[in-house]
Structures are given as structure tokens and as C-alpha cells.
């Protein structure tokens, strides 16, 4: 009778049943499926026949010589570097100059936030007409400034096909970093900016010396979330050009969606997927790391 | 060279930058809200104001994708509160436990977060058809609100953390269980964070496609998303109609968003400060 399990309390059997019903969810949507998908991934299969051909680690031989998964790898690269810099720099940027007080503070506020509650179908939409080679709002505004040379046939040429969209993902994404940049900046003590100025320093020096420094939490928790987003990059890609033209604009997502529901070559592209979840692994792990450690200090305070 | 004189060059400088983004954060949506009234004869001169509102362009994209819109309406609402419920209490014990077994479940479940969700997608699409719930509206709740664990989680195990212990320790010592405490007090108190949570879970399942192309086919489940990226990847786009479905796709989270952006920065500081 006296074994150690009976002295759980009241309390921490509470914590088990609340805890259950989440537990049973992650298994079965995140544990089951990442095993079912390795094994899938070493495996000849086209989703119909009742027998798989199991064909070992060919799958992963193959797409490590193919050009073009080679190339989605390396956009998925690019979008992590863009995502980390280009939203975040700019969020940053308009959090920074409107944590001034300025006249129209909350106008300004909903304006830069708005595209980002709107769907990546609807950004795709509204930004695939931007684009229109003739008569987009794109071509037609550099005609007006005389820039008309420069235009391009923005989605349909394959060396500017991937910056169009990463135009259009800016637009749509800017407004998270720079929320979430601004609630931290206002969350910054007066006092310490308050005391840096009487000292004299200019508002740059404030800013990088004072206020950005204590926006860490905000940086970690925008740059965490890009690398996230980048990684599962696929709604925009995948409705504005399909990965085209020639696979050019192609990341991981879209590749492995096209093998999957477009060729039914699920063994294929199974290993399209693991090789995205170790490259996310990479990239993501050290930031769920350190997310878990700052809730272990900030538990000991 | 007075101190104010440069104050002043600086202040107009910053208008200058803010308004210049502005223009072109707003652009893109106004331009789709001005084509969507425009006449198939008009549509292609961008910069010109519709001479009528010509609401045809919103009776074609209502009669194609109407039905998908209701979907979308149908799965967003019920995910939303299943996946703050499943947040809530999940978040409730990992912010409350006491050494190490909270800290590894809390870790694990934040894992969930770096999983891309391309490698659940061809298992996914078995498991829902076995369990027959391949093209239903309760199989997207499902998947929504599964796929929102770590996230949620995430968020609420946060927020509650910062919700004074002084609060919890006061309740138990005058005979309030666990279990109770977390329904009668700690709910109610978390009002700006489930506000925050439900206005970015609204924008999540409101907007997804991956799940959407993959576990729906047929207009009794397929929400609007899946429409529109239809409507926009054909070779043959009618701008028209495609920008009237997108203006009303846009709405409603934007709305929400507009309604309760009080709640949301509050409750984004309560979950992102300390």
C-alpha cells in the first residue's frame, strides 16, 4: 500500500487530469505523425497500393542530388535570413519612431498592423495584381517616377521571383515584429530612459544603449516566431506562383506538397518533410531551448 | 543652432518616414478595395477611383465561394474556443507545478512549435480519413485545435505565471481546490490574455490553407481560403471577383482585431514582458 505513487496530493492529480487531455493531442498529432512520416520516408509508396516497398535511405540519396530540392533548400535559407532581418529591422525601426509620441500614435498603430491579421491567400491575391506585369500598381507607379526601365515581369521571371514575394511577405508580416516591439517599449521603465537623458545622451544613444537592451524579450520573441514562419513557409509561395516559374520561387513546403498530393510520391516526399524537420530543428532548437530556460530563471527570482 | 530648431527638423523628419510607410502599408489593401467596385472595362487602369460601385464583381464571388465563406465562419469559431480551452488547461498546471516533471512536459510540448507542419501532413491526411472525419467541419476543430497545443500553451502557461501566486496561495488556504481555483478565479483573471490568445488564434484558423487543401475537398467543409487560392493561382484571373472575395476574407479578422486591440496589447504585454 505505502508505495511512493500514493503520496501524490490532491493538487498534483489535478495537474495530471488537467494535463491529459493536451498530452493525448500531442501524441497523437505531433509524435505519431513525425514517426509515421520517417518511416514513410524510407519507403516506395504512391498513397493507393496496399503494399509499400520498403527502399531504406534511397529517397534521401536521390533528393540530396537533385538540383531542384537543392535549390528549395536554399531558398528556405534565404527566407530564414530575410524573415530574421527585413520584417524585424523594419518593425523595429517604426516601433522605435512611434514610441515618441507622435500625434495620430494610434492611427498609425492600426495602419502598420493591419496587413498582418489578413490571410497569406488574401496577400497573394491583392499582391499577384500589384504584380501584373502591364497594368500592376508596381509598374504603374515606377513608370510615373520615370523608373519604367526597371519594371519586370515581377512573378514570372525567375532571378526576381523570390524577392517579389519577399516584397509582398514584408508587407504582410512587418506588423507583428512592430507590435510586439512597441508593447515592449512601453513596457520599458521611464525612469531608465528618464535618467539616460538628463545625462545628456542623445536619442539614438537612448535607444541603443537603454531602450534596446531591455527589448530583449521582444527580440527573442519576434526573431524565435520569423524562423518559425520561414521554416513553414507555403500559403504565399504556393498561391502566388505554385513554386514557378521552373521551380525558381519552390521552398521545401510547397516541394514536398507537390510530391505528396501532386506526384502521390509520398515515400519521397516524407523525406522532403524530415529533411525540413531537421533543418528547422537546427535552426529553431536553440531558441526552445532558451525559451525554456528563461521560464526556469525567471521561476528561481 | 537652438536645441528646438533641430527638435523641431527632427519631428518632421519622423512624420515624414511615418507617413511615407503608411502610404505604403495601406496601399496594397486599398487598391484591392477600389478594384474589387471596378467595371471589367476599368479594372485595368490601377490608379483610377471606380466611376459606380459596381457590385457585381461581389454577387459572382458571393455565388462561387458564399458557401466556403460560411465554412470558414463555421470552423473558426468553435477552434478558437477549443484551442484557448486546451491552452488554458494545459498552461494552468506547467505554470503551477513545482520542480522538474512541469519544466520536461512544458519542454516537450514547446518542441511542437519546431515541427513543421509539412511533416505531419501525409500521416494527418490518413489518421482524419481513417477516423472518418476526412472533409468535415468538426475534423478541421480537431486538427485546429491540436495543432494549437504548443502555441497555447505556450502563451497561457505565461500569463498565468504572471498572475500574482499571493492570489492562488490566499484561495487554498481558504478551502478552494486546484481544480476550482482555475475555473472560478483564474479564468475571469485572465480575460486580456484569452482576448489577445483568441485574436491570434482567430488569425491562424481564419487563414490557413496547408490544413485546409489537405483535409477538405467538397464545399461542405472547404473554407474560404482554399476558394480564393484557387481563384488566384488560375491562369485566367478575373481581378474583379477575386478582390471582392479577398476584401470579404479580410474583414473579419480584421475587425476582431480593430474591436479588441485594447485587450490584445495588454494581454501581449502580460504574456511577453518579464
Not at chain 1, 488537467?18 to 500531442?26: G, M, N, S
Not at chain 1, 534596446?212 to 527580440?219: A, H, Q, R
Not at chain 2, 468535415?136 to 495543432?147: D, F, Q
Request: glycine share 6%.
Amino acid at each position: 500500500m505505502a508505495q511512493p505513487k500514493s503520496r501524490l496530493t490532491r493538487t498534483d492529480w489535478t495537474h495530471i487530469a488537467f494535463l491529459a487531455l493536451p498530452a493525448i493531442l500531442f501524441v497523437t498529432f505531433y509524435i505519431y505523425p513525425v514517426i509515421s512520416s520517417i518511416s514513410l520516408s524510407l519507403h516506395d509508396w504512391d498513397g493507393f497500393s496496399p503494399r509499400m516497398r520498403f527502399i531504406g535511405i534511397t529517397n534521401y540519396t536521390v533528393l540530396a542530388g537533385q538540383p531542384r530540392f537543392l535549390h528549395a533548400v536554399f531558398n528556405n535559407i534565404l527566407w530564414v535570413v530575410f524573415m530574421l532581418i527585413v520584417p524585424t529591422g523594419i518593425g523595429l525601426l517604426l516601433a522605435a519612431i512611434l514610441d515618441r509620441g507622435i500625434r495620430g500614435e494610434k492611427a498609425f498603430r492600426i495602419i502598420f498592423f493591419l496587413p498582418f491579421t489578413i490571410p497569406a491567400v488574401a496577400v497573394a491575391a491583392i499582391w499577384r495584381w500589384m504584380y501584373e506585369p502591364d497594368n500592376g500598381l508596381v509598374t504603374t507607379v515606377m513608370n510615373l517616377l520615370g523608373l519604367g526601365s526597371f519594371a519586370q515581369n515581377w512573378l514570372g521571371d525567375p532571378s526576381v521571383v523570390n524577392f517579389s514575394l519577399m516584397g509582398a511577405v514584408a508587407w504582410w508580416t512587418t506588423g507583428f515584429a512592430f507590435l510586439v516591439f512597441f508593447a515592449g517599449l512601453r513596457n520599458i521603465p521611464t525612469e531608465c530612459v528618464e535618467a539616460a537623458r538628463i545625462e545628456g545622451a542623445t536619442p539614438w544613444q537612448v535607444f541603443w544603449k537603454v531602450s534596446f537592451p531591455l527589448l530583449w524579450p521582444s527580440t527573442i520573441i519576434v526573431l524565435g516566431m520569423a524562423a518559425i514562419d520561414a521554416m513553414r513557409l507555403f500559403d504565399v509561395v504556393w498561391s502566388m506562383t505554385k513554386g514557378g516559374p521552373a521551380y525558381s520561387s519552390e521552398v521545401l513546403a510547397t516541394q514536398m506538397y507537390d510530391l505528396a498530393f501532386g506526384r502521390f510520391d509520398m515515400g519521397r516526399a516524407s523525406a522532403v518533410a524530415v529533411y525540413l524537420f531537421i533543418i528547422a530543428g537546427i535552426i529553431i532548437m536553440p531558441y526552445i531551448v532558451y525559451m525554456s530556460r528563461r521560464v526556469q530563471d525567471s521561476e528561481a527570482e | 543652432m537652438s536645441s528646438s530648431s533641430i527638435e523641431q527638423r527632427q519631428t518632421i523628419l519622423t512624420r515624414t518616414v511615418l507617413i511615407g510607410m503608411a502610404v505604403i502599408f495601406m496601399a496594397p489593401l486599398l487598391i484591392a478595395f477600389l478594384t474589387s467596385f471596378k467595371t471589367p472595362s476599368e479594372i485595368t487602369r490601377v490608379l483610377s477611383i471606380p466611376s459606380q460601385l459596381y457590385w457585381e464583381n461581389y454577387a459572382i464571388a458571393f455565388q462561387r465561394a458564399g458557401r466556403t465563406f460560411l465554412n470558414s465562419i463555421l470552423i473558426t469559431v468553435p477552434a478558437v474556443v477549443l484551442s484557448l480551452l486546451i491552452g488554458a488547461i494545459a498552461g494552468y498546471p506547467l505554470a503551477y507545478m513545482r520542480g522538474s516533471s512541469g519544466k520536461v512536459v512544458y519542454f516537450i510540448l514547446l518542441t511542437g512549435m519546431l515541427v513543421p507542419f509539412q511533416i505531419v501532413q501525409i500521416p494527418l491526411f490518413f489518421l482524419i480519413q481513417k477516423i472518418g472525419l476526412y472533409d468535415t467541419i468538426p475534423g478541421m476543430w480537431l486538427v485546429h485545435t491540436a495543432y494549437a497545443v504548443p502555441f497555447c500553451t505556450f502563451f497561457m502557461r505565461n500569463f498565468f505565471a504572471s498572475v500574482p501566486r499571493s492570489m492562488y496561495e490566499a484561495a487554498l488556504i481558504d478551502g478552494c481546490s486546484p481544480n476550482l481555483y482555475f475555473w472560478k478565479l483564474l479564468l475571469p483573471a485572465s480575460a486580456s490574455g484569452l482576448a489577445a490568445l483568441a485574436i491570434i488564434q482567430s488569425r491562424a484558423i481564419w487563414n490557413d490553407l496547408l490544413f485546409a487543401i489537405t483535409l477538405t475537398t467538397s464545399d461542405i467543409a472547404r473554407p474560404a481560403t482554399v476558394a480564393i487560392s484557387g481563384f488566384a493561382s488560375s491562369l485566367q484571373v478575373e481581378y474583379g471577383p477575386l478582390m471582392a472575395s479577398t476584401v470579404v476574407s479580410i474583414i473579419p479578422v480584421m475587425a476582431a482585431y480593430l474591436l479588441f486591440q485594447k485587450s490584445f496589447v495588454r494581454g501581449l504585454l502580460g504574456g511577453a514582458g518579464k
